[in-house]
């Protein structure tokens, strides 16, 4: 596992990709935060398009966080859970607004996590902790190493804990990521990390 110096940085923001098994997964790491959570954390979990999704009104009974679904042109505000909506990317601006596309599909899925993960690496820089958990495609891998490449901090799930593990895998194999952990791991550093702040 790659070397990183947590209080080197100091983390503005948090991304976090997930598909498959990802509902339980983000439960069990952002239930437990607390209301006074400062950092902004925005997620792309991929879901059917088929259906009205009620993520939002999942996560706002279980977590003490405010939670919304990303809107084009909102400005980033701390302490917020943001998710992407079904059938846009959702990008993350220079100005931390966010904006929204229907571009073509990216390893099959729109939005996508690497979509995501790279438009907030190029405005985050080293202050952004990218997340990838449990989840059935490559999606992410691309995204992830671009959040490496501009001094950000990257988590995986641990495969062997996945629901399923080709998600966190396929990061793993592009390039190592700085912290392979358990979810009970990354809760805790969730925790941590808005220390840095």
Excluded: W
Aim: aromatic fraction near 6%; glycine fraction near 8%; charge should be negative.
């Amino acid at each position: 596992m790659a070397s990183f110096k947590l209080h080197d940085h100091k983390i503005n923001a948090i991304v976090i990709g997930t598909s498959a098994g990802g509902i339980r997964a983000l439960l069990k790491i952002l239930s437990p935060l607390p209301p006074t959570y400062k950092l902004p954390i925005i997620i792309v979990l991929h879901l059917p398009h088929n259906r009205e999704s009620k993520l939002i009104d999942v996560f706002q009974y279980h977590c003490s966080l405010p939670v919304r679904e990303a809107q084009d042109k909102e400005h980033i505000n701390a302490g917020t859970l943001y998710f992407a909506g079904t059938g846009y990317h959702l990008s993350i601006e220079h100005d931390l607004s966010f904006s929204l596309s229907c571009e073509e599909h990216v390893s099959f899925a729109r939005p996508s996590i690497d979509v995501l993960m790279q438009s907030a690496a190029d405005a985050y820089g080293q202050g952004l902790a990218g997340f990838l958990l449990t989840g059935a495609n490559h999606d992410g891998a691309d995204g992830m190493a671009c959040i490496k490449a501009a001094g950000g901090l990257t988590i995986v799930q641990d495969p062997n804990e996945a629901e399923i593990p080709l998600m966190p895998q396929a990061a793993i194999n592009l390039r190592e990521p700085d912290m392979i952990l358990s979810l009970n791991e990354i809760h805790a550093l969730l925790v941590d990390l808005e220390s840095c702040k």
